[in-house]
């Protein structure tokens, strides 16, 4: 690995406009049942609210496990999300093949935790039977500027969880320049994510195009150099099939069709399942 000193890129104003041009003209483009299909099975159906139970958490698995009854025909949502103390119900009623159980950790959203509760809440998370998690890295040290902090914690992390797959949440609204973006997912990669996604969606602004493209650039950076394909997720604020559909045409453009399914691409959202279904199936669902 270069030292992490290596991991800096400047972008010109120029590149990213038109390059986000490039996909708001191109996205409609993209409006077909097998596209609007492939999104919804990318989704992280997400839940994760203070507010949430037990119940809940099961009434989302049902959904989920009942899905292939209700919609034959139609490929379910990735995984579920919710917070680590759900894992244990959704586990125990998931039936659905395929799904992944998804949980937030390392006290996100703020990662304002100690890094020996985090590596603690990681591993209970996975033990109690999420498959992947995902973590905010700490975004006051990496403002600060100390890099390294938050490569270890970051390794130290991926340690944790054993099997299940680590995303790492880089917050882009916070890091705010492209620059900041770029090395944040070089970081994060380097130190062993499987995915990289912009936002825990508690924080404005959330996921946006600019954000996603560089992050997917600096993934097809890390690819070429290391042989390795890391996964990318776009969170917060997606809720819409225009909005689902423009992040896919970032995902083509700039990494092509081997990343185009939910092994490598995933939407976090709260609120899209329903207006994809509405369009696949051309009425008003409200299923989720
Ligand atoms: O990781 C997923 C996000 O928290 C979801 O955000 P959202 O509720 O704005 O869709």
């Given at each position: ?261 939910n092994q490598l691409f995933r939407i976090g959202a709260s609120r899209l399942a329903n207006n994809l279904l509405t369009e696949l199936v051309g009425e008003e669902v409200k299923y989720f």
């Open positions: 690995m270069k030292s992490i000193n290596g991991f800096e890129r400047k972008f010109a104003d120029e590149e990213v406009k038109e390059a986000i041009e490039n996909v708001q003209n191109k996205y409609a483009g993209y409006r077909n049942d097998e596209t609007l299909e492939l999104a919804f099975s990318c989704i992280d159906l997400t839940t994760l609210n203070s507010t949430d139970t037990e119940s809940r958490g099961k009434q989302f698995a049902d959904n989920v496990s009942n899905f292939s009854i209700q919609f034959p025909g139609l490929a379910n949502v990735g995984a579920i999300c919710v917070y680590p103390k759900l894992v244990p119900v959704v586990r125990k009623n998931l039936k659905a093949e395929g799904v992944n159980i998804a949980a937030v950790s390392a006290g996100f959203p703020s990662s304002m935790t100690f890094a020996d509760v985090k590596v603690m809440e990681t591993k209970k998370t996975v033990e109690l039977g999420a498959d992947e998690i995902d973590i905010v890295i700490s975004i006051g040290d990496f403002l600060a500027g100390d890099y390294e902090f938050v490569f270890d914690e970051i390794k130290q992390l991926k340690e944790a969880c054993g099997d299940a797959h680590l995303k790492v949440i880089l917050e882009t609204g916070a890091l705010k320049t492209p620059e900041a973006i770029w090395k944040a997912s070089l970081i994060a990669m380097h130190a062993g994510a499987d995915f990289i996604k912009t936002s825990t969606g508690k924080m404005e602004p959330a996921a946006t195009l600019e954000a996603a493209w560089v992050m997917t650039t600096a993934i097809r950076h890390y690819s070429e150099e290391t042989g390795r394909k890391v996964g990318f997720k776009p969170a917060g604020g997606i809720s819409t099939a225009d909005e689902a559909l423009q992040y896919l045409t970032v995902v083509d453009e700039v990494l092509g069709k081997e990343w185009m399914n």
